[in-house]
């Protein structure tokens, strides 16, 4: 697959909740994206931020390119700042995509709130032929309503979690991985995208103790995103043995049992 | 992987007939843009980005003689122009890189300077032993100045007589280029370069990363220790670049934070032969192309036609 370097303009940069954005661009790359696969992206012209920041391909079509993301720092707030027609670079299409050429009977994504951006291209992809429900982790109530609202084109089935929620909620109170616990119905494989620490619980709470087979995209700092600097590595275990593996190259989705938890 | 740039401005048109060409003791290199060790992997991720044999050489990444996994925990920290690592020499061991990343090199037509990252006399004496044989290695870059392992390699950077016999051995033991790459955090840099010269050594790389430290105020701990590169240590290596040339004739390869092609203009007219890009190409992987592009149209516009007689031209 040919990987692009290109100077993009913006087409749209839209707020779906008080801190979540979704970006659309120009799409130069010939190829499809891959479910999973990801951008490394940086402000035109800009040595500061200095490195480029890992998002994921949130959709494409094929003139337009998106990735939905969440302020939390100094690029992703410029980001938020752009308007329609400002140029942004991406460096694309990186990383090892989701296994998309099974079929599953039953087949449960799990998204830490805007884990959902690493997971909306392969649920599209997914979705047809497959029983597939999404389970998602919010912090509010006006976050899971404004995301559900945002998701609904995709007509699947969503079991929301809302940590904080106000009074009586229709939602579940608590995190993703206490809703899941609670389900008496298993999966095939389960799929999933989001921090750190979710995806710590959620394997050693659900998918270890249930040995359900699970593939988790996995989140590093990076600088190049093509594998050449070393810097992304996350511990993974191989046949034995315990080795560093490239979070942009070999990753960033990895068999959930050969993560090696810190 | 073919990686396709849209959109940017790279110089074409060519007037004046330039020669780009460069010399480093015996070796002649079609350009003087190198990449630096440990920024461009093995030359596989960025031969698919752009035709690697347009380059002057590819360094290789730090070899070792058995495979290492490199440091646990946070590896990489970015600074305002800047980015400290601390990846401690993850690398595939000099018997992998023989059988599995010559042959790469080989057909994309590199030339190719190897890394050399040793943690005793012995161990580099048998990593360039290994190495002899192979034709595409032009010469070897005698890494004694990374910061981001316990123990090992900064040491030669610290001790004169260590340093001195290194390369003394090194030196009985081949014919290709031997380039040490200094360290500008260990003592004083300008002897050490002096020794290399009278160790008959073919040139200096000015310089490995610089030690860095960043603390987090939250939970006053250490955030990261390690190697600052990029645009941040661009002047500081600079005038280091200036203050060895006076002192030493061999020749200076300039690494130090590269980030156009002024930066890469300013270092050849200071009197580096040759200058690597490093921390660079992250943030643009045809950065070193855009740079030998940047270079030919500086001499046009200068109305230098051959390469060799800007550098050094600027003295302190
Ligand atoms: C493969 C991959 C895909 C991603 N996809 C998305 C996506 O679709 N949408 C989205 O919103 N985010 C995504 N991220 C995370 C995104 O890259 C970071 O949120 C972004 O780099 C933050 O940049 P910043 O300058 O705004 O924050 P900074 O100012 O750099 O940092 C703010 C905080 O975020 C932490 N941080 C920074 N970068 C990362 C990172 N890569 N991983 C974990 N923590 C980080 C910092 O340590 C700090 O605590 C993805 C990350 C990876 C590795
Ligand atoms: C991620 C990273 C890894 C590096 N690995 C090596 C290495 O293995 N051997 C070495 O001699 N230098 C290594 N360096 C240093 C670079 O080769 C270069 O000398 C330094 O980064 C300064 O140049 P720059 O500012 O252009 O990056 C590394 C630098 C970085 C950023
Ligand atoms: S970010 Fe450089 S190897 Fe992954």
């Known amino acids: 697959m040919k990987k692009i370097l290109s100077t993009s303009r913006i087409i749209e940069n839209r707020k779906i909740t008080d801190d979540t954005f979704l970006m659309k661009f120009e799409n130069r790359n010939p190829d499809k994206p891959l479910p999973g696969q990801f951008l490394n992206i940086k402000f035109k012209d800009h040595l500061d931020p200095f490195l480029r920041r890992p998002f994921a391909v949130f959709d494409f079509d094929r003139k337009t390119l998106s990735i939905l993301y969440k302020v939390v720092g100094r690029t992703t707030s410029m980001l938020s700042q752009l308007q329609k027609n400002d140029l942004i670079e991406y460096l694309g299409f990186l990383g090892e995509p989701f296994d998309r050429d099974r079929t599953f009977n039953k087949l449960w994504v799990v998204a830490g709130g805007i884990g959902i951006g690493g997971l909306h291209l392969f649920i599209k992809n997914m979705k047809q032929n497959n029983d597939l429900e999404l389970f998602i982790g919010f912090n509010t109530e006006e976050e899971a309503d404004a995301f559900i609202r945002f998701l609904k084109p995709l007509h699947i089935r969503i079991n929301a979690a809302v940590m904080d929620p106000k009074g009586k909620s229709k939602y579940f109170k608590g995190n993703i991985v206490k809703l899941l616990k609670k389900e008496t119905k298993r999966c095939d494989t389960l799929f999933a995208c989001g921090p750190e620490l979710m995806l710590k619980s959620l394997y050693s709470d659900i998918i270890q103790k249930k040995r359900i087979p699970a593939y988790f995209s996995m989140d590093a700092i990076m600088a190049c995103g093509i594998g050449s600097c070393m810097g992304c590595t996350i511990k993974i275990k191989e046949k034995g043995l315990t080795r560093f593996k490239r979070v942009c190259k070999e990753g960033p989705v990895f068999n959930a049992d050969h993560i090696v938890w810190e | 992987m073919l990686i396709i740039s849209c959109g940017n401005d790279r110089s074409k048109g060519v007037r004046l007939k330039l020669n780009l060409k460069i010399k480093i003791g015996k070796a002649e290199f079609k350009n003087p843009v190198f990449t630096a060790s440990g920024t461009f992997g093995y030359g596989e991720e960025y031969a698919d980005v752009f035709d690697i044999s347009k380059l002057g050489a590819v360094i290789t990444k730090g070899l070792t003689l058995k495979e290492r996994e490199g440091n646990e925990g946070l590896r990489i920290h970015e600074v305002p122009c800047g980015l400290i690592n601390r990846i401690g020499l993850q690398n595939v061991g000099v018997d992998d890189f023989i059988k599995e990343k010559t042959h790469f090199l080989k057909e994309q037509n590199a030339a190719?300077?190897?890394?050399?990252?040793?943690?005793?006399?012995?161990?580099?004496?048998?990593?360039?032993?290994?190495?002899?044989?192979?034709?595409?290695?032009?010469?070897?870059?005698?890494?004694?100045?990374?910061?981001?392992?316990?123990?090992?390699?900064?040491?030669?950077?610290?001790?004169?007589?260590?340093?001195?016999?290194?390369?003394?051995?090194?030196?009985?033991?081949?014919?290709?280029?031997?380039?040490?790459?200094?360290?500008?955090?260990?003592?004083?840099?300008?002897?050490?370069?002096?020794?290399?010269?009278?160790?008959?050594?073919?040139?200096?790389?000015?310089?490995?990363?610089?030690?860095?430290?960043?603390?987090?105020?939250?939970?006053?701990?250490?955030?990261?220790?390690?190697?600052?590169?990029?645009?941040?240590?661009?002047?500081?290596?600079?005038?280091?670049?200036?203050?060895?040339?006076?002192?030493?004739?061999?020749?200076?390869?300039?690494?130090?934070?590269?980030?156009?092609?002024?930066?890469?203009?300013?270092?050849?007219?200071?009197?580096?032969?040759?200058?690597?890009?490093?921390?660079?190409?992250?943030?643009?992987?045809?950065?070193?192309?855009?740079?030998?592009?940047?270079?030919?149209?500086?001499?046009?516009?200068?109305?230098?036609?051959?390469?060799?007689?800007?550098i050094g031209k600027v003295k302190i």
Not at chain 2, 148 to 160: L, P, Q, R, T, W
Not at chain 2, 214 to 240: E, H, M
Request: proline residues 4%; contains cysteine; charged residues 20%.
């Open chain 2, 112 to 310: 190719v300077i190897a890394n050399v990252a040793g943690f005793s006399e012995n161990e580099f004496y048998s990593i360039i032993r290994k190495l002899e044989g192979q034709d595409i290695i032009k010469g070897y870059e005698i890494n004694v100045s990374c910061p981001n392992v316990k123990k090992g390699g900064i040491e030669f950077s610290n001790d004169k007589t260590l340093f001195k016999n290194l390369l003394k051995t090194l030196r009985k033991e081949t014919k290709k280029i031997l380039i040490v790459k200094l360290s500008p955090s260990a003592g004083n840099i300008i002897n050490f370069a002096g020794i290399a010269q009278d160790e008959g050594c073919n040139a200096v790389t000015v310089a490995n990363t610089f030690k860095s430290a960043v603390i987090d105020t939250r939970k006053q701990k250490i955030k990261i220790r390690g190697g600052l590169s990029g645009p941040a240590v661009f002047p500081a290596v600079l005038n280091l670049v200036l203050e060895i040339k006076k002192a030493v004739k061999i020749p200076v390869i300039a690494s130090g934070g590269i980030y156009n092609p002024d930066t890469a203009i300013q270092f050849l007219l200071a009197g580096a032969t040759a200058v690597q890009i490093g921390t660079a190409n992250f943030i643009d992987p045809m950065i070193s192309i855009s740079i030998i592009d940047g270079i030919k149209k500086y001499m046009q516009e200068q109305k230098i036609n051959d390469i060799n007689s800007i």
